[in-house]
């Protein structure tokens, strides 16, 4: 699955929802699952990493369907050409 197809099945799943909370009130529910990875992180079990990924991903597909922003072209415009500093993949920044 691509970004783009991502963000429209986690707005198809969640928008009518999450719009209703808002920015604010859905990217506090995004730093809590942020925080959920980084427990999972440490504790390095595989299928708890995976899942919490995947919640972290969709958390913040829903802030960008929010916010109005694809995010597929927001990062093709960022990174398409690799370092948004110095262009070289992999980065050849000092």
């Given at each position: 699955?691509?970004?783009d197809?991502?963000?429209?099945?986690?707005e198809?799943?969640?928008?009518?929802?999450?719009?209703?909370?808002?920015?604010?009130?859905?990217?506090?529910?995004?730093?809590?699952?942020?925080g959920?990875?980084?427990?999972?992180l440490?504790?390095?079990k595989?299928?708890?990493?995976?899942?919490?990924?995947?919640?972290?991903?969709a958390?913040?597909?829903?802030?960008?369907?929010?916010?109005?922003?694809?995010?597929?072209?927001?990062?093709?415009?960022?990174?398409g050409?690799?370092?948004?500093?110095?262009?070289?993949?992999?980065?050849?920044?000092?």
């Amino acid at each position: 699955m691509k970004i783009d197809e991502f963000q429209k099945r986690i707005e198809d799943i969640y928008f009518a929802r999450d719009a209703a909370r808002g920015l604010a009130g859905t990217h506090m529910w995004f730093c809590e699952e942020v925080g959920e990875l980084t427990r999972a992180l440490r504790r390095n079990k595989r299928e708890e990493l995976e899942g919490e990924f995947a919640d972290v991903l969709a958390w913040l597909a829903t802030l960008a369907s929010i916010a109005e922003i694809d995010l597929q072209a927001a990062a093709e415009k960022k990174y398409g050409r690799g370092c948004p500093r110095c262009r070289a993949t992999p980065c050849a920044c000092p």
